[in-house]
């Protein structure tokens, strides 16, 4: 649904709640360890590769 939503126009954003640690900062109980995990830089590969290569979406709206 989500391809859908993006080839038709109908999702402009596509977005992430990102933030970045470091190892050191998991360290501990879980209780301990600071939330956030790394994710942001696989973001574009993930578009690339499920939008335009496997759904041949165009490269326009990730450009935009």
Same mark, same amino acid.
């Given at each position: 649904?989500?391809?859908?939503? %993006?080839?038709?126009?109908?999702?402009?954003? %596509?977005? &992430?709640?990102?933030?970045?640690?470091?190892? &050191? +900062? =998991?360290?501990? +109980?879980?209780?301990?360890?600071?939330?956030?995990?790394?994710?942001?830089? &696989?973001?574009?590969?993930?578009?690339? &590769?499920?939008?335009?290569? =496997?759904?041949?979406? +165009?490269? =326009?709206? %990730?450009?935009?």
């Amino acid at each position: 649904m989500l391809w859908q939503g %993006i080839a038709y126009g109908h999702v402009d954003i %596509i977005g &992430t709640d990102h933030i970045h640690r470091d190892n &050191t +900062s =998991k360290a501990g +109980s879980v209780w301990d360890a600071l939330p956030g995990c790394p994710g942001l830089e &696989t973001m574009l590969p993930v578009m690339l &590769t499920e939008w335009h290569h =496997k759904r041949g979406i +165009s490269l =326009k709206p %990730i450009a935009r």
